[in-house]
């Protein structure tokens, strides 16, 4: 059994499916003497379409957001047609008759191995050029990136380094029972996309590659942050039956999907989803959310094949209002940089990322850019009448005032614009993320000027504890139940009641039973979550009341420890609804 953080609950038993970032069980089979000139051909042909593909993003981007940022296309370019490069990958396709993909598998290794044996910064920089060349290369070579599925039983538990959305796409429609990744925690990539669609997961597993190989049995306990490999049959008989308990749970939690969100003494409450996409805004519905609290736009571009323009995005907004709960979204704008990077954005190498170049920052840097973003937002809202009230726009990381009546001006630009150009628009409400403590202290000053405010607790429990969230050495400290956190929350939803401001939380504490009982206990009255959990909450609520809630809160900011918090918040969910015990997880 390995030990990792339980980042999305529920039981899985399922077959390990290993995710290589690259390559999916390279082909190790040696090409026969007549086959050696065809596999020539194949690798020039894929070399050949990488470079339109190049050619292209460099025209893109130079044309949307600029030259020096497009420039990275052209040194992508300049690697492609480099002569040691190419050289290696004929020479082994002639004289060691090994496959297109192989040789391109043996050069990213050398590479890895040669790179990383440097303290040059500057050199292991380029690598990650060198590993984009290569996965581009490899998509053209059609055997080479579909997922190897074909000869393992369903259902799969995926095991990667760190899951990506892009290859969360590749995986189509098979089942997936469960993710292990080694890196990653709470508010990773995989533990989001896991949670949005009510898969248990398991991240911050180190080594957990080199354990496990394709076909073996697993048991991923996303509770308690358990994976084990090959159990005994006994054991594998336990799990399978809490495996059950958890899928009978879901299903009877579900059923309260047409049923209000309503406290067991009146008090209502607003359950919205947290989606990356169309398929999420479904689920959403499907759950019984009465909107969408937050949809993060980032996911449009991390998995889109180039630069999506004005239009591209106005489409996809359009089709994400239309598919939402009541039509009623908040949409993010980009939220890049950190973890999360694309080539043409944010791609500088920095010491300290989530304190660096990122969110808004970005955006700020990329007017022209940014602009069609917001473009693309009123005009998706403009629909239909009352779209333009159910539609709200969101801006992350804002940290000033300054920073507030910037965007404020922004929007006010793209609105003139559009009213030149004669094209529709709808007059969104504006709002900002709250995720920086900064903006904590001085939110008074803040809401004067945003007609919402939405809390992001993931980044906000992380820059409070200066600990980073994806750090599993450091997890033990970016605790949300900890008490410099929840008195920080507790001024902020005062201030925002006091000040007649809507306020939301859409991090992932509004998903989690203990956390959500606490919030509720501090006024909050709209949560924003995965989907997968809104028929929890919902049960939940209906198991709550006003003065239990204030009652449990008041004694919660008495305890001195995180430990402590937990363990007596854990005890009152038992009591409130023990019914939830199985999807209940610190």
Same mark, same amino acid.
């Given at each position: ?127 990650? %050029? ?90 991923? %306990? ?365």
């Amino acid at each position: 059994m390995r030990k990792g953080i339980g980042v999305s609950p529920g039981v899985a038993v399922g077959t390990a499916y290993c995710i290589n970032e690259i390559f999916v069980n390279p082909d190790t089979k040696r090409l026969e003497k007549s086959e050696v000139l065809a596999e020539l051909g194949r690798y020039d042909q894929a070399r050949d379409r990488t470079a339109a593909d190049l050619n292209a993003l460099y025209q893109k981007v130079a044309r949307q957001v600029g030259t020096e940022e497009a420039a990275i296309f052209r040194a992508h370019e300049s690697i492609l047609h480099d002569s040691a490069f190419t050289a290696k990958i004929r020479a082994w396709i002639v004289d060691e008759c090994q496959t297109a993909p192989a040789a391109l598998h043996r050069l990213l290794e050398e590479y890895t191995t040669l790179f990383t044996s440097t303290n040059d910064d500057y050199i292991k920089e380029r690598l990650a %050029d060198v590993r984009d060349v290569v996965i581009r290369l490899s998509g053209h070579l059609s055997d080479v990136l579909k997922p190897q599925l074909g000869a393992l039983r369903e259902p799969l538990i995926l095991v990667a380094n760190e899951l990506l959305p892009s290859q969360v796409v590749t995986l189509g429609k098979r089942e997936v029972a469960g993710v292990v990744t080694e890196t990653g925690g709470r508010t990773s990539h995989a533990a989001i996309l896991a949670r949005s669609r009510g898969i248990p997961a398991v991240s911050g597993v180190k080594g957990i590659q080199r354990q496990i190989k394709n076909g073996d049995l697993l048991v991923v %306990d996303g509770r308690e942050g358990h994976v084990l490999i090959n159990p005994d049959p006994e054991t594998t008989s336990a799990y399978l039956k809490l495996q059950r308990e958890f899928f009978d749970l879901k299903d009877a939690l579900a059923e309260n999907r047409d049923q209000p969100a309503v406290t067991a003494d009146g008090q209502s409450v607003e359950l919205l989803a947290n989606i990356n996409s169309l398929s999420d805004a479904q689920a959403a519905v499907a759950m019984g959310a009465s909107g969408v609290g937050l949809f993060r736009t980032e996911y449009i571009f991390l998995t889109h094949p180039d630069v999506p323009d004005e239009e591209q995005q106005l489409q996809v907004y359009r089709e994400i209002i239309e598919a939402s709960p009541n039509h009623q979204v908040t949409i993010r704008t980009l939220d890049l940089g950190g973890d999360k990077t694309i080539p043409y954005l944010g791609h500088a190498r920095e010491a300290n990322p989530f304190l660096g170049w990122r969110s808004i920052r970005l955006s700020f840097e990329h007017p022209e850019f940014f602009a069609k973003q917001i473009r693309a937002i009123l005009r998706a809202a403009a629909k239909e009448p009352a779209y333009a009230k159910r539609v709200r726009i969101l801006f992350p990381m804002i940290t000033t005032l300054e920073e507030i009546r910037r965007v404020r001006t922004m929007v006010r630009k793209a609105r003139q614009q559009l009213e030149a150009e004669g094209k529709p628009y709808g007059s969104v409400r504006i709002g900002f993320m709250l995720e920086v403590p900064a903006a904590a202290v001085s939110i008074d000053s803040l809401l004067a000027e945003v007609d919402f405010v939405s809390i992001g607790s993931n980044d906000l429990v992380q820059y409070l504890m200066a600990a980073d969230r994806d750090n599993p050495k450091v997890s033990h400290l970016c605790q949300p139940l900890s008490p410099p956190v929840l008195r920080v929350l507790t001024n902020i939803i005062a201030a925002c009641n006091a000040a007649d401001t809507p306020v939301t939380l859409c991090g992932e504490m509004a998903g989690a039973p203990r956390a959500f009982v606490l919030l509720f206990g501090m006024g909050l009255r709209s949560f924003s979550m995965s989907p997968a959990f809104i028929p929890m909450i919902k049960d939940l609520t209906s198991h709550l009341t006003r003065k239990r809630a204030e009652r449990i809160l008041r004694r919660t900011l008495e305890i001195k420890t995180t430990a402590g918090i937990q363990r007596f918040m854990a005890a009152q969910i038992a009591e409130i609804a023990p019914n939830l015990k199985l999807l209940d997880s610190a």
